[in-house]
Every structure is written in structure tokens, then in C-alpha cells.
């Protein structure tokens, strides 16, 4: 009988268990699909000449976590990559707002749009460089942060206090109005805000965006040599060398719970595996409470509160084999691992404001990746493994474009949104489409079907708004990994502090665990 047993092997499930299994503790860990990762995936689906992730790519996150950092997994053959360039975003006139890898060259750059706005970029990544370390360690612990809490007080008193919280509670719009005078430093605050569910005009998205431009300024957008999947694999390595157990194809339908205490797991086939001491859930809230735990062995206020759990924006995904680069006009986002595609400011908003009306979006925000120019064994010499993904809602009312788009994905709806995506590529690049070979397309309903937390293409685990953050996250009065089954921790981006791949939630969950274990 295994001590704890891990269901799920995305990158939160497969930290869970290696932090259990170097401490000692014998680890199972089921996974319902055919391989680990979550996603955390890349494959030669497209072409066999190129490697493309499945689901994520850059990983700014993972550069930053002490949870990462902290396993060592250079020694298990992880490698990173970065791009020349972090990121572009092109501008309707030619020009092109760049995050460069260097503070003092980005803040150049924003400098030729206005004067001054290099002055006021350089004053954002002071106040960063004066709170990031207690940010980051209050992000990357278990909400309350009692410690790192008490540092992030002290040193926002000293880099403003109430002002930097204002700052941060800001509209990202609001916020590069009142910092910058020119449209490009606007654009990479706003543009960033958008790798979550946070429109121009979202409370808080100015703390986002600041947060993940920074992040892209200090650490780069990396990614893992050879693709997404040398870190599962990487992470895989490490739990197997601890003698934790990896099985594929095994899909939990139901947590077994005796006496309030969860005390193992059933699969689809049947089996029982019992856990000793601990069941790990990488699974969303929605699917743990009311699904895979009997509602009868839960508080009716959190399957009240589970009614009201917003997913953050569904995704529609296109991955490219590309014969060449991709043939931008503004020549400085060819060197750029990401590029952000939208007509200014303005155009994020009516963007974020037509999903909010259901709408299927007539110029989709893209967010575009250059992976092989982030990474050259992506594929062969001269080309360029691509993807791009934009947001749709949910639930579709109506189509804002032309194509009469309902939200069924069909055959034929598929390839009309990635045509359009297409479309809004040569836009800033022509001559973009003659240069496919090959592509793939991940509708909603796809994602979902390769990831079941991914539900309806939600790739955060719920949305990042305030409403749904730390001690609300995922349901009021919550925000740490203890459920109100003893023994039973949800180690997903449910949990706080929610998306990305730093391993926060799966970490919280096991030393919750472990921490248990030794008062008894």
C-alpha cells in the first residue's frame, strides 16, 4: 500500500509527488492519459521534422519558482532556452513595442515612441528589483503567507505602500495611461494582462500585467530544449529515481472516503488503490468536489459555492510547421520568441468586451510563438515550428465576424476560426500562409478531450480575476490545499495561487501533507 496516491501527472501532480517522495514517503501516481505531463506536452503531431507543444511552451513561471528550482532537475537533463528577443508586438504603423532580454535596452526602445517612457519602464523594474524576491515568496506558499507576508509588508512600505498598491489593484489600460505617454509600453503591460483572462479594463490587470512583463524582464520567456515535454520528462525521471510509481491510462472516477477520511482511489477499470496517508488531487475543484468526492461527504456551502466557479476563457489553438520565419513587416519581432498581435490598446479591449458578450471575436487577440527561434532543435534549419492561440467564450452567442461561428467546432468551424487566425497573421506578416506545410487544430472541446482540467479550453484552472484569488480561490474562505476531507488535498491551479507551470499548488499540497503527518 502506498503511502499517498497522486491523481493526475500534470507538472503540479508530478511535484506533489516528488516532494512526498523525497521525503520518504512511497508514491503512486494515476494519470488517465496515455502519457504524464498534463500541459506540460509536445509531440511531432504536425510534421515528424518538427516538435510542437501541445498546450504550454514559454515558461517565465517556472524560471521564477523556488518550487522548481528547488528539485534540481538540471541533473535529470533539463535544459533552457531563450529567444534573442521576449517578446514583440507589433504596431498598425510599422513600428513594433519589444521587450528586450535587458532592462536598459527595452526601456531604449520605448524611449524612440515618447520621451521619458524608458525613464518610466526603468522605475517599474526598480520597484521590482526592491519587492520581487517577497513577492515571489508569497506567491509560491500557501495563502496566508505568514512570513513572506510580513517581509512583502516591509518592503512595500518601503517601495511606496499604498501608492504600489494602487498601482497594482489598476486597470492595466488606467496603468500605462498614468506611466507612459506612448502606445508600446501600454502594449506589453496590456498584452501581458491578456496571457490570463484580464482585459484592458479588469480591476487588478495592471498588477498582472506588470507582474508577468517583469517577470519576462528579469528571467526571459524560456523553454526547455527539445520541447515542453523535457520537463515531464525531466520530472518523471526525478519521482522514479525516488521510487515513486508512474501509471498511465489509469483514470480515477471516485476518491474513497471512510469515516471522513480519504483513504485511497478507485479507477475506471475497477481497481482500488488504498493510500495510507494521503490523497493528492491535480484535478480542477469542480471536478474533485461533487465528482470524483460524494457530495455527501462534503459542506453544502462548498457544492453552493462550486455554482459559482468561473473558468477563465476558453482557447482555440493552431500549431504550424512553417518552411521558413515567419516574414514579418516589423523586422524586430523575427527575433522575438513571443508576439502579441492586436490593434493597440483599444483593440484588446473590444477584443476582451466581445467574448464578455459571448461573442466569437472578428480580430482575435493572438498570442504567437516562434519556437524554433526560442529553441533550434524545434526543427530544421530555416524553419520554424509555430503556433498561436486566441480566446473565445464559453458560451457562444453569436459570431462578431463573418463566418457564423456557434460554438459546435465541427470540421468545418474549426478550420474557419484558424483560418481567421491565419488571416489576422498576414495582416502583419504577408506572405505568412504560403509558408505552411502542415497544421493542427485544437478547438475547446479538443483541449479538453487531451487534458480534462483544460475544461472547455480554461487553461489557468479558473479565472485570474480578484474575485477568485487567494483566500477565494477556489471557493470563499478556502485558499489553501486542505479539503474537508482529512487526508484529501487539491494540488491543482484551482488552488492557490492558480495557473501557470510553477509547481505552487502541488508543492502546497504535499508539504500540507507532510506537515500533517508529523503532528500525529
Known amino acids: 500500500m502506498p503511502d499517498a496516491v497522486v491523481i493526475g501527472a500534470g507538472p503540479n501532480g508530478l511535484v506533489a509527488a516528488n516532494l512526498l517522495a523525497a521525503a520518504g ?36 513561471l517556472a524560471a521564477a519558482s523556488p518550487v522548481i528550482d528547488g528539485l534540481g532537475l538540471r541533473e535529470e537533463g533539463l535544459r533552457w532556452s531563450r529567444a534573442p528577443r521576449v517578446l514583440a508586438h507589433p504596431l498598425p504603423d510599422g513600428r513594433c513595442a519589444v521587450l528586450e532580454n535587458g532592462a536598459r535596452e527595452t526601456a531604449a526602445g520605448l524611449d524612440a515612441f515618447a520621451e521619458g517612457d524608458g525613464a518610466a519602464w526603468l522605475e517599474l523594474c526598480a520597484t521590482w528589483d526592491r519587492v520581487h524576491r517577497e513577492v515571489l515568496g508569497a506567491l509560491f506558499t500557501p495563502f496566508p503567507p505568514v512570513r513572506a507576508g510580513v517581509r512583502l509588508a516591509a518592503r512595500l512600505r518601503a517601495a511606496g505602500g499604498l501608492r504600489l498598491a494602487r498601482t497594482l489593484l489598476l486597470p492595466v489600460r488606467r496603468l500605462g495611461e498614468e506611466r507612459f505617454g506612448g502606445e508600446a509600453a501600454r502594449l506589453l503591460l496590456a498584452g501581458s494582462a491578456l496571457h490570463a483572462d484580464l482585459g484592458p479594463e479588469a480591476a487588478g490587470s495592471g498588477g498582472f500585467g506588470w507582474l508577468m512583463s517583469m517577470l519576462g524582464q528579469t528571467y526571459g520567456f524560456p523553454v526547455p530544449v527539445g520541447g515542453a515535454g523535457a520537463l515531464t520528462a525531466a520530472l518523471v525521471r526525478r519521482l522514479e529515481r525516488h521510487g515513486g510509481v508512474l501509471r498511465c491510462g489509469e483514470r480515477v472516477t471516485e476518491v474513497v472516503v471512510r469515516g471522513g477520511r480519504a483513504v ?27 465528482g470524483l468526492v460524494g457530495a455527501h461527504h462534503l459542506p453544502a456551502r462548498i457544492l453552493d459555492d462550486l455554482r459559482r466557479f468561473q473558468w477563465d476563457f476558453a482557447t482555440f489553438k493552431v500549431d504550424w510547421a512553417l518552411s521558413g520565419p515567419v516574414p514579418w513587416t516589423a523586422r524586430e519581432a523575427t527575433m522575438a520568441g513571443t508576439v502579441h498581435l492586436a490593434d493597440g490598446v483599444d483593440g484588446l479591449t473590444r477584443f476582451a468586451a466581445q467574448i464578455a458578450m459571448g461573442q466569437v471575436p472578428d480580430r482575435p487577440f493572438l498570442l504567437l510563438g516562434q519556437m524554433s527561434t526560442a529553441d533550434a532543435t524545434r526543427s530544421p534549419a530555416g524553419t520554424e515550428s509555430a503556433w498561436a492561440y486566441t480566446h473565445v467564450p464559453h458560451r457562444i452567442k453569436g459570431d462578431a465576424g463573418e463566418d457564423g461561428l456557434t460554438g459546435r ?53 479558473g479565472t485570474t480575476a480578484a474575485h477568485q484569488q487567494l483566500v477565494f ?33 502541488g508543492a502546497n499540497a504535499a508539504r500540507a501533507a507532510l506537515r500533517k503527518r508529523l503532528r500525529r
Open 409 to 461: 467546432w465541427d470540421r468545418g468551424e474549426q478550420e474557419a476560426m484558424a483560418d481567421r487566425m491565419e488571416h489576422e497573421v498576414e495582416r502583419w506578416a504577408p506572405g505568412f500562409r504560403s509558408r505552411i506545410m502542415a497544421r493542427r487544430l485544437l478547438a475547446p472541446p479538443t483541449i479538453e478531450s487531451m487534458d480534462a482540467n483544460l475544461v472547455g479550453g480554461a487553461i489557468n484552472g
Open 25 to 60: 514517503w512511497s508514491v503512486e501516481v494515476l494519470e488517465a492519459q496515455p502519457e504524464p505531463g498534463g500541459a506540460v506536452r509536445s509531440d511531432r503531431g504536425v510534421h515528424p521534422d518538427y516538435v510542437s507543444d501541445l498546450f504550454s511552451a514559454f515558461y517565465p
Open 473 to 505: 480561490r477556489p471557493t470563499p474562505g478556502t485558499g489553501r490545499p486542505e479539503t474537508p476531507v482529512r487526508g484529501l488535498y487539491l494540488a491543482s491551479a484551482s488552488a492557490h495561487p492558480g495557473g501557470g507551470v510553477h509547481g505552487a499548488p
Open 264 to 290: 485511497g482511489v478507485r479507477t475506471a477499470k475497477g481497481e482500488s488503490v488504498p493510500a495510507s496517508r494521503a490523497v493528492l488531487a491535480d484535478v480542477s475543484a469542480p471536478a474533485l468536489y461533487g
